[in-house]
């Protein structure tokens, strides 16, 4: 993939592997991953340590790209990619991780998630387990807000607004994906 063309990736080595599982539709998370505007809301420490003004997301064919300035403290890169259907990547500094996003149920999700760092020594080892941590503690949070927002689908209370042009690229993208993919 030509997005990841400067990043050394064939460097990385898988180290760990992490499944994460939350009583929410598949959609509703992937639609969260794809957006920035929950942000401030839900992840307080990740917003602290990006220039949310400039986090941009952008749709592309096949795929979604999420960028943001990192601050001091940010462990990521400040680069997130997800591909059609259920995939992701994120970067960290000496590595990254991808995830599935796996429909168990109508209303069950199972994510898993592997990571990779350049680095493997056993000198690393507490850098790479706290990457790991921080990683799985934004997912978490997260998996949180879905599980909210699919209570609030299934009570039937919910109705469908517009989406924002400037935060809601890349639901729109996914949801053009999913109704092509069922003939909608």
């Known amino acids: 993939m030509g997005e990841l063309a400067d990043e050394p990736i ?9 499944t994460v599982n939350f009583e929410s539709n598949w959609k509703i998370y992937t639609a969260n991953f794809v957006e920035g505007y929950h942000i401030p809301g839900v992840h307080p420490k990740f917003f602290a340590a990006i220039n ?10 096949g795929f979604i790209r999420m960028t943001a300035p990192p601050r001091q403290g940010l462990f990521y890169r400040g680069k997130w ?3 059609w259907p259920n995939w992701t990547l994120s970067l960290f500094e000496g590595g990254m991780n991808t995830s599935r996003i796996n429909p168990i149920s109508r209303d069950r999700t ?5 990571f990779y760092f350049a680095d493997t020594s056993v000198a690393r ?9 921080r990683n799985i503690a934004v997912v978490r ?16 209370g919910y109705r469908a607004g517009p ?6 690229q890349g639901v729109h993208y996914f949801q053009q994906r999913v109704r092509k993919s069922l003939s909608l």
Request: with cysteine.
């Open 10 to 18: 064939e460097t990385y080595l898988a180290t760990n592997s992490e």
């Open 52 to 61: 949310f003004e400039d986090f941009k997301t952008t749709a592309h064919r």
């Open 81 to 83: 990619l997800w591909m």
């Open 110 to 114: 199972e994510q898993i998630y592997h």
């Open 125 to 133: 080892e507490a850098e790479r387990a706290d990457t790991i941590a």
């Open 141 to 156: 949070e997260d998996c949180g807000i879905c599980v909210s927002t699919h209570q609030n689908y299934t009570s039937g």
């Open 163 to 168: 989406l924002s042009p400037r935060h809601e």
